[in-house]
Each structure stands twice: as structure tokens, then as C-alpha cells.
């Protein structure tokens, strides 16, 4: 028989009548009447609380926070997510009690610092971009893109096209592009893939028309190649009165080596939880700065970080802006991290993410093509896609992969994106990465890949040993099991 742990136990398992870890100071407004609920907003019956020492608590949430994969534990492989390490003097300098006591109603002059960090990192990222001019304040990198495309929506609106009704959207885009276009109000318009994975600019030319408000490209694209037709893709665009917009979230791959700006791109939304080494996932907070070339500026949400002739930084706003998209200035504590990481790399280092990213995903991809099928054939950027296994005779799938990879303490790479391949499995290493942590990978890989042939019901059945194993997906995503009383039901 097994023996369980306490704290390998759920926290109202541990409960025991009459046992308290903590204390409420006592309220001294329950003398005022002002201070009491309404009547309809009192409970009833006490509610149904665990009764736990505090000795308990700790020990339930340490472990629970043991068991939770992250980046600071092991290799994270996501492809089209770029989950970097976060440096902890990210944190330390986010923490400074100049910065965390200032309140967003303070005047300028009493936030100086603060406006300057948001004023140089918006410079900052200008300068990597090859773009304007920027704003911090949406607070999500689909945030960013909804902004982005409601100053494409402006632009047209302002100079009286009303028309341009429609974005183009490639085949291989990032799910948020078509959503963020429905959200905008703008009809979405599918351009094909080559058979090479980039846009096929035969298949552009005749959806352009007066009727088009711009196109939605991320370069390098979801199978992690460059779009070597962008010129011509900029040029068409352009010459039928259409904007272009950067999905910034592969801008990993081409710090130190190009521009979007360069490209043609006239608006990009950038994920600073991707490519500036901000925290990731959870919901946020997050933060999605929005970048424009030059004659678009004044497009940019209010309010905006202005300096003036002496130096001073101050808060304006703009008549011609698309209005306020947050209550402020953005996620501070996101921007300061942002900020400080840029810093850290200086101008120099900063340009080698982009190529040590590359070599990353090449050497992993050449290190496992035999292994698994690779269904294009080229050099890649900061990422690539297989399209599962090469030996697929036993039946295991994409699926079964990942599930095996938690048994040997690696995250899984993305798995069934982008849409282009059935049993597709998206890497990216990312430039954090060192080279023994990707051999240590690509034998593991190998590993499972082996397993696959010669023990495939292992595979199938994996995971082993996690703590949960291998679920209904579809059962726990449409009846999830939130609450104890469910648990126990």
C-alpha cells in the first residue's frame, strides 16, 4: 500500500475541526453602520473553508508550486511562444520602492524616472524596429494587436475611405490575426501558403482591391521562414492603398539583423513576454507595445510620453488619436523589466539574440530530421515544425509524444500548430538555451522516437509519472473540475 504524504493531499483533506492559521485584526468600523453589508449581500452560513494550521498551508502550496513546470526549472520548448529566460535583475530593478510607490495620478514632475524609462524603452523599441514611434499602453500582446489594427481602421477612416473593410490574413497565421480583425470590425480575407510555407503572392494579387485595409504578416512566419517575397508583398499592398501589420511575435528571430520597418511595415505590435524577457503566461499582467511608421503617430492611443526642449518628460494627448485603449500608461512593472533587460545587453549583445536564436532551432531541427518528418526542407529561423514522426506505422501520434516528454521532465514543444500539417510539433530552443541543454533534448527526442517503434504502448500511454495521468481532454476542458465539492462528487 502506498503511503500519501500530507501535503500530498488536497488542502481540504488536511482540514480538522477547530485548527486556524491566521488572525483577523478586529474591525473597527463594524461600530458604524456605514461599514455593514446590505442585507441581501450577508451569507446565510458560514462558508465552507478548510481548517488548516498555517504550518499546513505552506506546506500545500510549496508543494503544489514543486510539482509546476516552468521556465526556471527545465527546457521549454514552445514554438510561436519564445519562453525565455526572465533574469532576475528584471525583477530586482521592477521592485524599486521609487517605482512601486508611484502612483499613476501623480503629476509628471513628480514621475520623472518613471516617464523616462517608458519614454526610452518605446525608443528603444523604435530603434530594433526600424519603426517611428511607439506606445506602451495596451496590456497584452492581442491587446496590441487589436490597438494595431484600429489605427489601420483610423488611418483609412480619417482620410474618408470607408471601403477598406477587409484585412488579408495568411493561411499560417497566429489565431489571434483573425480574431483581432473580427473584433476591429474588419472581414478577413484567407491568403494561401506555398508549397514552401510562405505567402503565395499569385494568390495575393487578385484579392487586392479598394476594398482592402492591409494584411496581417508575422516574418519570419508560423514555420519559422522568412518571407523572402516581402518586398514585392509591401510593393502590392502599398500600390492598392493597404497598410501592412507585423505580428510581433517572432521578432526573437530577427533582433540584429533586420527591421520590420525596413520591410515595409507600416504597424507591429510587439509581445515583450516573448522577445524583452517579461514574465509569460498566467493571464498577465502583460504588456503590448504598439509601433507605426513615420505620418502615423498621432494615430498612437492616448496618453502618450512627450519630452520637451529642456528635457522634461510630460503626459499629452492628441486630437487625431484612436482614444484611450488602458486606463494609463500601460503595465509599469512589465515595461520596467522590459526595459532593464534591454540595458543589461547593451547595443552589442542585443544583436546577437536574433542569430544565436537561429542556430538554436537549425541544430536541433538537422539533430532529429530522421527521426521526425520534416515536411519542409530549408534553413530555419528561430523555429521549426515537424509533421510528427517519421515512422508513423505503430500509429503513435503528436499527442502521444508530448505526453511522453513529461515523463523524462521536458515540457512539450507546441503540438497541432500551425494548421498547415496534421501532426505538427513546433520547436524553438530559443538563444538562452546552452548546447548540452539541447543535446540532452534531442536525445530524449531520439528516445521516444525509438520507444515509438519498439514499445509503442508505453508512448500511448504516457505519461507515468506525473501526478495526474493522462486525461479526457475533451471531458476536462468542457466539465472541469474546479472546486473541492466537485473532487469529491
Do not use: W
Given at each position: 500500500?502506498?503511503?500519501?504524504?500530507?501535503?500530498?493531499?488536497?488542502?481540504?483533506?488536511?482540514?480538522?475541526?477547530?485548527?486556524?492559521?491566521?488572525?483577523?485584526?478586529?474591525?473597527?468600523?463594524?461600530?458604524?453602520?456605514?461599514?455593514?453589508?446590505?442585507?441581501?449581500?450577508?451569507?446565510?452560513?458560514?462558508?465552507?473553508?478548510?481548517?488548516v494550521?498555517?504550518?499546513?498551508?505552506?506546506?500545500h502550496?510549496?508543494?503544489l508550486?514543486?510539482?509546476?513546470?516552468?521556465?526556471?526549472?527545465?527546457?521549454?520548448?514552445?514554438?510561436?511562444?519564445?519562453?525565455?529566460?526572465?533574469?532576475?535583475?528584471?525583477?530586482?530593478?521592477?521592485?524599486?520602492?521609487?517605482?512601486?510607490?508611484?502612483?499613476?495620478?501623480?503629476?509628471?514632475?513628480?514621475?520623472?524616472?518613471?516617464?523616462?524609462?517608458?519614454?526610452?524603452?518605446?525608443?528603444?523599441?523604435?530603434?530594433?524596429?526600424?519603426?517611428?514611434?511607439?506606445?506602451?499602453?495596451?496590456?497584452?500582446?492581442?491587446?496590441?494587436?487589436?490597438?494595431?489594427l484600429?489605427?489601420?481602421?483610423?488611418?483609412?477612416?480619417?482620410?474618408?475611405?470607408?471601403?477598406?473593410?477587409?484585412?488579408?490574413?495568411?493561411?499560417?497565421?497566429?489565431?489571434?490575426?483573425?480574431?483581432?480583425?473580427?473584433?476591429?470590425?474588419?472581414?478577413?480575407?484567407?491568403?494561401k501558403?506555398t508549397?514552401?510555407?510562405?505567402?503565395?503572392?499569385?494568390?495575393?494579387?487578385?484579392?487586392?482591391?479598394?476594398?482592402?485595409?492591409?494584411?496581417?504578416?508575422?516574418?519570419?512566419?508560423?514555420?519559422?521562414?522568412?518571407?523572402?517575397?516581402?518586398?514585392?508583398?509591401?510593393?502590392?499592398?502599398?500600390?492598392?492603398?493597404?497598410?501592412?501589420?507585423?505580428?510581433?511575435?517572432?521578432?526573437?528571430?530577427?533582433?540584429?539583423?533586420?527591421?520590420?520597418?525596413?520591410?515595409?511595415?507600416?504597424?507591429?505590435?510587439?509581445?515583450?513576454?516573448?522577445?524583452?524577457?517579461?514574465?509569460h503566461?498566467?493571464?498577465?499582467?502583460?504588456?503590448?507595445?504598439?509601433?507605426?511608421?513615420?505620418?502615423?503617430?498621432?494615430?498612437?492611443?492616448?496618453?502618450?510620453?512627450?519630452?520637451?526642449?529642456?528635457?522634461?518628460?510630460?503626459?499629452?494627448?492628441?486630437?487625431?488619436s484612436?482614444?484611450?485603449?488602458?486606463?494609463?500608461?500601460g503595465?509599469?512593472?512589465?515595461?520596467?523589466?522590459?526595459y532593464?533587460?534591454?540595458?543589461?545587453?547593451?547595443r552589442?549583445?542585443?544583436?546577437?539574440?536574433?542569430?544565436?536564436?537561429v542556430?538554436?532551432?537549425?541544430?536541433?531541427?538537422?539533430?532529429?530530421?530522421?527521426?521526425?518528418?520534416?515536411?519542409?526542407?530549408?534553413?530555419?529561423?528561430?523555429?521549426?515544425?515537424?509533421?510528427?514522426?517519421?515512422?508513423?506505422?505503430?500509429?503513435?501520434?503528436?499527442?502521444?509524444?508530448?505526453?511522453?516528454?513529461?515523463?523524462?521532465?521536458?515540457?512539450?514543444?507546441?503540438?497541432?500548430f500551425p494548421?498547415?500539417?496534421?501532426?505538427?510539433?513546433?520547436?524553438?530552443?530559443?538563444?538562452?538555451?546552452?548546447?548540452?541543454?539541447l543535446?540532452?533534448?534531442?536525445?530524449?527526442?531520439?528516445?521516444?522516437?525509438?520507444?515509438?517503434?519498439?514499445?509503442?504502448?508505453?508512448?500511448?500511454?504516457?505519461?507515468?509519472?506525473?501526478?495526474?495521468?493522462?486525461?479526457?481532454?475533451?471531458?476536462?476542458?468542457?466539465?472541469?473540475?474546479?472546486?473541492?465539492?466537485?473532487?469529491?462528487?
Amino acid at each position: 500500500m502506498t503511503m500519501i504524504r500530507n501535503y500530498d493531499k488536497l488542502i481540504f483533506e488536511l482540514s480538522k475541526e477547530g485548527r486556524t492559521g491566521y488572525s483577523l485584526p478586529k474591525n473597527e468600523l463594524s461600530q458604524y453602520s456605514i461599514a455593514a453589508l446590505p442585507e441581501g449581500l450577508q451569507r446565510s452560513s458560514k462558508p465552507e473553508l478548510p481548517e488548516v494550521t498555517e504550518f499546513d498551508v505552506v506546506r500545500h502550496y510549496t508543494n503544489l508550486s514543486n510539482k509546476n513546470f516552468g521556465v526556471d526549472t527545465g527546457f521549454y520548448p514552445l514554438g510561436s511562444c519564445t519562453m525565455k529566460y526572465n533574469p532576475r535583475i528584471n525583477e530586482e530593478m521592477c521592485a524599486l520602492p521609487a517605482f512601486t510607490t508611484l502612483h499613476p495620478e501623480q503629476p509628471a514632475e513628480c514621475a520623472q524616472g518613471a516617464l523616462e524609462v517608458y519614454y526610452n524603452l518605446a525608443a528603444s523599441l523604435a530603434e530594433v524596429s526600424g519603426l517611428s514611434a511607439f506606445t506602451l499602453n495596451p496590456y497584452a500582446g492581442a491587446h496590441g494587436e487589436l490597438t494595431g489594427l484600429m489605427i489601420m481602421r483610423s488611418y483609412h477612416i480619417q482620410r474618408g475611405d470607408f471601403k477598406r473593410t477587409k484585412v488579408i490574413v495568411p493561411d499560417s497565421a497566429h489565431g489571434t490575426n483573425p480574431a483581432s480583425a473580427a473584433v476591429c470590425g474588419l472581414q478577413i480575407v484567407e491568403v494561401k501558403s506555398t508549397a514552401n510555407g510562405t505567402v503565395d503572392v499569385e494568390d495575393l494579387k487578385p484579392l487586392l482591391d479598394d476594398t482592402i485595409a492591409g494584411i496581417m504578416m508575422t516574418n519570419p512566419n508560423t514555420l519559422g521562414i522568412f518571407e523572402t517575397e516581402i518586398p514585392e508583398i509591401s510593393r502590392l499592398v502599398h500600390e492598392c492603398g493597404g497598410l501592412l501589420y507585423y505580428d510581433g511575435a517572432n521578432l526573437n528571430a530577427l533582433l540584429g539583423k533586420c527591421r520590420p520597418g525596413d520591410m515595409g511595415f507600416d504597424i507591429m505590435h510587439i509581445n515583450l513576454h516573448k522577445t524583452f524577457s517579461t514574465p509569460h503566461g498566467g493571464g498577465g499582467p502583460g504588456d503590448g507595445p504598439v509601433g507605426v511608421r513615420a505620418g502615423l503617430e498621432n494615430l498612437l492611443p492616448n496618453p502618450q510620453v512627450k519630452k520637451d526642449a529642456e528635457g522634461k518628460f510630460y503626459i499629452d494627448t492628441d486630437d487625431k488619436s484612436l482614444g484611450y485603449v488602458s486606463n494609463y500608461l500601460g503595465n509599469f512593472g512589465v515595461i520596467m523589466r522590459a526595459y532593464t533587460y534591454i540595458l543589461t545587453l547593451g547595443r552589442e549583445n542585443v544583436k546577437m539574440v536574433g542569430p544565436l536564436a537561429v542556430l538554436n532551432a537549425n541544430y536541433v531541427k538537422e539533430s532529429l530530421k530522421n527521426e521526425y518528418y520534416l515536411p519542409i526542407e530549408c534553413v530555419c529561423k528561430h523555429e521549426f515544425v515537424f509533421d510528427g514522426l517519421a515512422d508513423k506505422s505503430t500509429g503513435v501520434t503528436t499527442l502521444d509524444i508530448a505526453k511522453r516528454l513529461l515523463d523524462y521532465g521536458y515540457h512539450a514543444p507546441t503540438i497541432y500548430f500551425p494548421l498547415l500539417f496534421h501532426q505538427s510539433i513546433m520547436i524553438e530552443p530559443t538563444e538562452t538555451e546552452s548546447k548540452e541543454t539541447l543535446d540532452e533534448f534531442i536525445e530524449v527526442m531520439k528516445l521516444v522516437a525509438k520507444e515509438a517503434i519498439e514499445n509503442p504502448d508505453i508512448v500511448k500511454s504516457a505519461p507515468h509519472t506525473t501526478p495526474v495521468r493522462r486525461l479526457d481532454e475533451t471531458t476536462a476542458a468542457r466539465f472541469p473540475k474546479v472546486t473541492y465539492k466537485q473532487m469529491k462528487g
